[in-house]
Every structure is written in C-alpha cells, then in structure tokens.
C-alpha cells in the first residue's frame, strides 16, 4: 500500500513558476513508475507527465513539453513536477500517481495509487 500527498501548489501568474512535490509513504517507492495527471473544471483527467522508478526515463503530453520537468528523489520517497511558462489554460487539480506496471504510463487505469491532489491556478 503506497500513501501519496500532494503540496506545492497555489495562485500564480501567467507566465510564472510552481514546483509541486509527491512525497509518497509505505511500498518501496523506487518500484513504482510515478505520473502526474491533472483536471481542470468540467474536463476529464488528462496525462501531464511520468517518470521511471530510477528516474532514468521521462515521458510528457504534448501541451506540457518543455515547459515542465518531472523529477524524483528515491532516497526521500520524493517526486517533483516543475512547471514553468505557467498558462490560464494550466489551472487545473494536480495529481500525482504510482504504478507497479511497466511502461511510462499515460493512460490513468494503469496506475494503482492516487493522491488527493493539490490545486494549481494561473491567473491572466
């Protein structure tokens, strides 16, 4: 059983900077692939980004190429997704995830634990 909890989130302006943090409990977190999904009002969950379990490969969807960077810290059970360039459109709930499964996952059946999410919203 893994705990995910979420933190770094806020309100920031277009054009700024936020890093959200994953500090995941329980499991042997180096196993899990770790992703970052996100939700904004009235859409469905979309894919932002995974990483391996050592951190070796990295994947993101489209609209977030090369303007965020996921990252993770094995030895602190810590996963990191910087965003820069923040956008209106990027205001959305954050969530971090891990799977057991391989692959750098997008689809978010594939992963078995779920945070509670953090709220991230970029203002105009």
């Known amino acids: 059983q893994v705990t995910l909890v979420e933190s770094g989130g806020g309100l920031v302006q277009a054009g700024g900077s936020l890093r959200l943090s994953c500090a995941a409990f329980g499991g042997t977190f180096s196993r899990y692939n770790i992703g970052w999904f996100r939700q904004a009002p009235g859409k469905d969950r979309e894919f932002v980004a995974a990483i391996s379990g050592l951190g070796g490969s990295t994947s993101y969807g489209d609209s977030e190429k090369g303007r965020f960077t996921i990252s993770r810290l094995n030895t602190k059970n810590m996963a990191y997704l910087q965003m820069r360039s923040l956008e209106p459109e990027d205001t959305a709930v954050y969530y971090c995830?891990?799977?057991?499964?391989?692959?750098?996952?997008?689809?978010?059946?594939?992963?078995?634990?779920w945070g509670q999410g953090t709220q991230v919203t970029v203002s105009s």
């Open positions: 995830a891990a799977s057991s499964s391989d692959g750098l996952l997008s689809q978010e059946g594939e992963y078995d634990y």
